[in-house]
């Protein structure tokens, strides 16, 4: 791929940041947007314990910083893992475990002046935090295999902003496709997209962010894990900024917040944003 090409792909992608979700979008050809690489690599070259600490980062303005009582349920033997952490709801400020500020306090703060400094939405969103450390084993993944996008909305949901996420990892760079789908999304269902994304990426050559790195991606942007050639020790990171809740029942809890997300809960959530069906004829 041409540089030109590559920075149109990326430049659409930003570009894209605070637009309200079009699954036709899905026919153009998007890249993640690569911000800067950070310096202190401590945290994710090394296992992050319940004694260590990685990151002396003040503090900035709108961000809570707390231990819990759960700090020690964060850390595994493999290293910190956390899926989908709520760390801001909408309306409030940052709220963050100490043990995660301890170790990743320079991270998060770049990453919370970027989000400041590119997404109109972010006051009326939520940002969830993923980090997953662990051995990967040669010819196996990270995260879970397969060619898809984060962030799709269903058809009967009332119009949101997409979905974004500002990505960063140490070794075993995800794979993104420059592939648009050549199909009518709008006529499909999000098993049906996810295959032909995953078609239409067979014979495109992948493109991988640098180790490291910062990189935006949103929900039009395919990728897949890539499979480890040996042995390596692996810290991914995700932030996500969304204004629709993520309610799943393995989502990581913070109780920095006082939220109760139960099936009610849900069902009641997304029946309010569900667009009102008409008449049967």
Wanted: hydrophobic share 35%; proline share 9%; glycine share 4%.
């Amino acid at each position: 791929m041409q540089d030109q090409q590559r920075f149109e792909y990326q430049g659409r992608t930003r570009k894209e940041l605070g637009t309200t979700w079009d699954p036709m979008r899905l026919m153009k050809p998007h890249l993640p947007v690569i911000f800067d690489r950070i310096a202190n690599r401590q945290a994710f070259d090394q296992a992050v314990t319940l004694t260590s600490q990685f990151s002396q980062a003040i503090i900035p303005a709108g961000v809570t910083v707390q231990a819990i009582a759960d700090d020690a349920a964060f850390v595994t033997a493999d290293g910190l893992y956390i899926e989908d952490l709520p760390i801001k709801f909408p309306k409030t400020d940052y709220r963050i475990p100490q043990i995660i500020w301890d170790n990743y306090g320079d991270l998060l703060k770049r990453e919370i002046e970027i989000e400041r400094m590119i997404n109109p939405h972010l006051d009326d969103q939520y940002i969830y935090l993923t980090i997953q450390q662990s051995i990967v084993k040669k010819d196996d993944t990270h995260r879970p295999s397969g060619v898809h996008i984060d962030g799709y909305q269903k058809a009967s949901i009332i119009p949101q902003p997409v979905q974004h996420q500002i990505s960063i990892c140490n070794m075993l760079p995800t794979k993104f496709y420059a592939a648009p789908l050549t199909v009518d999304p709008s006529q499909l269902a999000k098993k049906d997209i996810f295959k032909a994304l995953a078609q239409q990426c067979q014979n495109v050559a992948p493109y991988r962010p640098p180790a490291y790195t910062l990189h935006l991606l949103n929900a039009y942007c395919p990728h897949e894990p890539d499979t480890a050639p040996a042995d390596g020790f692996r810290t991914f990171i995700r932030f996500s900024a969304s204004s629709i809740p993520f309610m799943g029942q393995d989502n990581t809890r913070n109780p920095l917040f006082n939220y109760n997300w139960d099936a009610q809960s849900k069902k009641a959530f997304y029946d309010n944003i569900t667009r009102p069906q008409g008449p049967k004829p």
